[in-house]
């Protein structure tokens, strides 16, 4: 390996984070010196494409820092972000992912992915950027996760709708402002005002 492309993957590798074959190819790396590197135990398959030095260490949200990195656009959205917030009693198997109505996904072999379309304001409105392991992870608000869970609760069921409400009033997770107007955004107000008059 050259000195240039070796000072290439020391970047990659900066703060030991992941990184996929791809940005590796587009630094200047050819994949065959990722998979030699691989084989000499200088870098680790984490799976399919995804590499990273052997001082990396995953976190209890690795799953969403592996995802992000395959779908960058997608958000963490509904039962997934329920439990990244700590809002409720939900402990998904499978990652909650929206995507753009017109979107292709990748191929996600490491983890089952629920995908849920989506399109106009709902794929802006309401997100955070959360860094995970070095990963810029797009994750719904907790008040936009529980208006979510309005929107989408013929597929979650609305016992589940109203556990995150109750949570969400109940743990000041976020305000009551920031909560309405997710709801107004997303044209939800009146579906969810008779659960939360219910709560009061």
């Not at 990659?12 to 074959?21: A, V």
């Not at 439990?83 to 109505?101: K, M, N, S």
């Not at 996600?108 to 629920?114: A, D, G, K, L």
């Amino acid at each position: 390996m050259t000195p240039a492309m070796d000072r290439r993957l020391r970047h990659l590798t900066r703060r030991g984070q992941m990184f996929r074959l791809h940005e590796a190819t587009a630094a200047g790396v050819h994949p065959e010196v990722v998979r030699r590197l691989t084989r000499q135990g200088l870098l680790v398959r984490l799976s399919r494409g995804l590499y990273a030095p052997p001082t990396f260490k995953a976190t209890e949200h690795h799953t969403l820092a592996e995802v992000a990195k395959r779908v960058p656009n997608g958000i963490v959205c509904l039962l997934t972000a329920l439990r990244f917030h700590g809002l409720g009693t939900q402990h998904p198997r499978e990652i909650w992912l929206a995507v753009d109505r017109r979107a292709g996904i990748p191929r996600i072999e490491f983890t089952p992915v629920r995908v849920v379309r989506l399109s106009g304001e709902a794929l802006s409105t309401g997100i955070d950027v959360h860094d995970i392991e070095g990963v810029p992870v797009r994750i719904t608000s907790p008040a936009r996760t529980v208006t979510d869970c309005f929107k989408f609760r013929s597929r979650i069921g609305v016992d589940v709708a109203v556990e995150a409400l109750r949570e969400y009033r109940r743990g000041r997770r976020g305000t009551i402002d920031e909560l309405w107007l997710q709801a107004d955004r997303l044209s939800l107000a009146k579906v969810m005002r008779p659960y939360w008059d219910a709560l009061s």
